[in-house]
Nanobody
């Protein structure tokens, strides 16, 4: 079982920023695409952002484009999700994932396509 460890969640006022971090085992981080999903109680986990294994290509769901960025640091095997101009509808538990699947299609795949998940980090955005 791959161990992905998320951190950085918290409580923030609308318009504020948070940076989420996810650390993966080195042997997987170097070859896998990395990304983030989020889940609200009672709803299905949804794709948020992904970055290719080489760090060249990034992908976002429409509602976060222009506000969120994703990056990866090979020196510490960590992927970051920088979230700016947060909105109450961004409130969710954010989960990190690491897969070989082409990240350009992550938003169209069912969750059964993803095997490796972290435990999640809670983000709450209040008005």
């Amino acid at each position: 079982q791959v161990q992905l460890v998320e951190s950085g969640g918290g409580l923030v006022q609308a318009g504020g920023s948070l940076r989420l971090s996810c650390t993966a085992p080195a042997r997987l981080f170097k070859i896998n695409n990395m990304g983030w999903f989020r889940e609200v109680p009672g709803e299905e986990r949804e794709f948020v952002a992904a970055i290719s294994w080489a760090g060249v290509d990034t992908y976002f769901r429409d509602s976060v484009k222009g506000r969120f960025t994703i990056s990866r640091d090979y020196s510490n095997n960590t992927v970051y999700l920088q979230m700016n101009n947060l909105k109450p509808e961004d409130t969710a538990v954010y989960y990190c994932t690491s897969e070989r699947i082409d990240p350009s299609v992550w938003g169209r795949l069912t969750l059964t396509s993803f095997i490796h998940w972290g435990r999640g980090t809670q983000v709450v955005v209040f008005p």
